[in-house]
């Protein structure tokens, strides 16, 4: 395994660690030294990845913001409204499904929230485009606090403990679902989610 392989690795290990920390002790309450402990290297060994605390809890967060934003950017292409709502719900959920414990952390954790912040600054600010992709360009009140209700809701049903033994797939049709009844999208043809789950 080469040097560069072995860096990656101990780097992946490292956010992994730290992700799973943060979500038992939050972003406050766990150290550097807490995840070289929990690694089995030295502080040191960390300090060669991330100079601060903040710096992993940015690395953390960084591949569903780029997962996000690209998601984001590919609904913007879709030729019809209904296909860019679709395209950006359906990026929305699987970002919740793929990353429980991140969405978990960002309910529940201003560490995270800040971390996130710092990693969009100077960039439009997610949430906004967002909301203007599900709104569109000049939404009424009703239909601005209907999209942030569902947002808000989407994210907290799919980082709640309580889903988590649900796997993946019945999760995100579910989520999925709620999200295009929420938005008034109509009913998706084929069969139900408890039809596909027999």
């Known amino acids: 395994m080469s040097g560069d ?5 101990t780097r992946s290990r490292l956010l992994a660690t730290a ?17 070289a402990d ?13 100079r601060t605390k903040d710096e992993i809890t940015e690395a953390v967060a960084a591949p ?7 998601r984001m950017a590919e609904a913007e292409r879709q030729r019809t409204r ?6 950006a719900l359906g990026g929305f959920v699987d970002l919740i499904v793929r990353y429980r414990s991140l969405i978990a952390l960002f309910n529940s954790d201003p560490g ?7 990693s969009l600054d100077g960039v439009e600010n997610f949430a906004a485009r967002m909301r203007k992709l599900l709104a569109g360009p000049d939404p009424d009140l009703a239909t601005t606090i209907n999209v942030n209700v569902m947002l808000a ?11 988590a033994h649900l796997d ?5 049709t579910h989520l999925f679902d709620i999200g295009r009844r929420m938005l008034g999208r109509p009913r998706r043809r084929g069969p139900k989610a408890e039809d596909r789950d027999s």
């Open 38 to 50: 929990e690694l089995g290297v030295t502080k040191a060994a960390v300090y060669y990845h991330f």
């Open 82 to 87: 209904g296909a860019q709502i679709d395209h």
């Open 64 to 70: 569903a913001l780029q997962e996000l934003t690209a």
């Open 168 to 172: 993946d797939e019945t999760l995100r």
């Open 5 to 9: 392989t072995v860096a990656e690795d």
């Open 153 to 163: 809701g989407l994210a907290l049903a799919g980082g709640a403990p309580e889903q």
């Open 112 to 118: 995270i929230i800040r971390a996130i912040e710092r």
């Open 19 to 35: 992700l799973r920390l943060f979500s038992e002790h939050g972003v406050g309450g766990t150290s550097l030294q807490m995840i």
